[in-house]
């Protein structure tokens, strides 16, 4: 018994380190650099960590209950899809830092049923609508999927039942929103003082997405081989 409860503690903590991978840190990132304080990184952070979980949870129990683990060719697959986010993700990054310039002409802007006109980058990032609110949990689940291969086959190996696994993937999962919503409120903070300007933040965008891009390249390169 307490080498179980052990174990899920150990799993908790888990989920904090896994949060920092570089692969999950450079996703977000790219979406991180658009936040305005603390705050807001963090809550993008924390919805990453959700849609995490959920696909931890969703496939590593029904994994658990039929007993078996993930294919290699399915590991492989999402690995690769991880590697085509990462590159998605670091294209719409550099995109948007061109799109923004801030020596561009005056557009009109719309959001809310309500419209303004304003020069280069808009000043404020809409982090309430659905659009935004959805992208890092789209992320995370993405992530979760690629994940979950390795921890399952984890509790397969450490945990005696059925409950426990499923508890200890949990804990995991929930141990990734924390440690997400720290790394990206820290992220958040930081941004807010790096690039406290619009040239700069642009400039940010940039190195941020070409960063996101040779990751999803080195990244999907052996696990396209593997397919």
């Known amino acids: 018994m307490f ?14 380190r896994h949060a920092f991978e570089p692969d999950h840190l450079t996703a977000v990132t790219t979406l991180v650099v658009e936040t305005r304080s603390a705050r807001r990184g963090a ?6 960590g959700i849609g995490h979980t959920i696909s931890l949870l969703i496939v590593g129990t029904i994994l658990i209950i039929t007993g078996t683990t993930l294919p290699p060719a399915a590991t492989a697959a999402f690995e690769l899809c991880v590697a085509a986010m990462l590159i998605v993700l670091g294209v719409r990054s550099v995109w948007r830092a061109f799109r923004d310039d801030p020596h561009a002409p005056e557009r009109v802007h719309r959001h809310g049923g309500h419209a303004h006109v304003h020069v280069g980058p808009s000043p404020h990032v ?37 409950a426990s696994r499923v508890s200890y993937i949990a804990l995991f999962g929930l ?5 997400m919503a720290i790394a990206t409120g820290v992220a958040g903070a930081s941004i807010c003082r790096l690039a406290d300007g619009p040239r700069r933040r642009s400039v ?12 999803g390249v080195v990244w999907g390169l052996p696990e396209l081989a593997a397919l």
């Open 126 to 162: 809409h982090i309430a609508g659905r659009t935004l609110a959805w992208r890092p949990l789209v992320v995370g689940l993405v992530h979760g999927l690629a994940g979950t291969g390795a921890i399952t086959a984890l509790v397969f190996a450490k945990l005696p039942d059925a």
């Open 204 to 215: 940010l965008a940039v190195a941020t997405g070409l960063g996101s891009i040779v990751l």
């Open 175 to 179: 141990g990734s929103v924390a440690g």
């Open 43 to 48: 809550a993008l952070g924390a919805l990453w």
């Open 3 to 16: 080498a179980s409860i052990g174990a899920l503690v150990i799993g908790a903590l888990i989920g904090v």
